[in-house]
């Protein structure tokens, strides 16, 4: 077993499923302790009993400032520091503008953008003093929007634009910052899109290309925050070759 990250201690937001899910067992395979959070806790277990190393289990919704303190409270509680923050929960619903439910909106920016800024606000004292690592999960949509995607490539984008000032305030401290930009990955995130137009538009694409899988971004994570302490991995896209 490889062990670069022997005693690094990190947290996984949205590890039940897909990408976060992969993240975090790559991330215990190279010997980190780490907590893992989301809402299903039934899955957080599960992952915890498949996991090589130690794994803390978090209630944590992203959207509730409260319940993101004490979960970054907890880790450094039972790890004692916390070196690596995986800021990946997301939900993705897409649909056109006209006659959107608003509702869901709020729900995108409320997960991917504010959970994601609450998350580094909590974090960022410990990951001072460890002179860690965050890691922004973006998507390709942070740089190029599509049409029926414009609140979800808006989150995205604003979680670029954060991570680059973030960068900026806290490198010369020693703080790495890293935004990792995902093609289409095979995960349950489309599962939750309710308009079926959008839902059938996502299977045609699926089928249309050989996607990348949720290790394939862990893979990608994982070469990000192991490298040494003066290299600062800052960007990384990565899609599907058959994703034009
Ligand atoms: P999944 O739907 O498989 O995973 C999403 C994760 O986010 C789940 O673990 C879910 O856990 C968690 N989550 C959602 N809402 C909350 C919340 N309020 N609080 C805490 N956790 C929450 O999809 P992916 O793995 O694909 O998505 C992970 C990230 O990757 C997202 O940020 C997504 O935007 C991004 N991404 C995905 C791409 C893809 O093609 N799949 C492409 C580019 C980026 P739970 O429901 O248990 O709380």
Known sequence: MSTRL??????VTGASSGIGEAAAL???AEGARVAVGA?????????ADKAPGEVLVLELDVTDQESVRSAVARTVERFGALDVLVNNAG????GPVLGADTSEWTRMVETNLLGSMYTVHAALPHLLESKGTVLQISSTSGRIASANSGVYAATKFGITAFAE????EITAQGVRVVVVEPGFVATELMAHVKDPAMREMARKMAASMRTLQPEDIADAIVYAVTQPEHVAVNEILIRPTDQT
């Open 6 to 11: 022997d005693g690094k201690v990190v947290l």
């Open 39 to 47: 809402r299903r806790t039934d899955r957080l277990e599960s992952l």
């Open 91 to 94: 939900v993705m619903l897409n």
């Open 165 to 168: 000032s973030l960068r900026q």
């Open 26 to 28: 790559a991330l215990s």
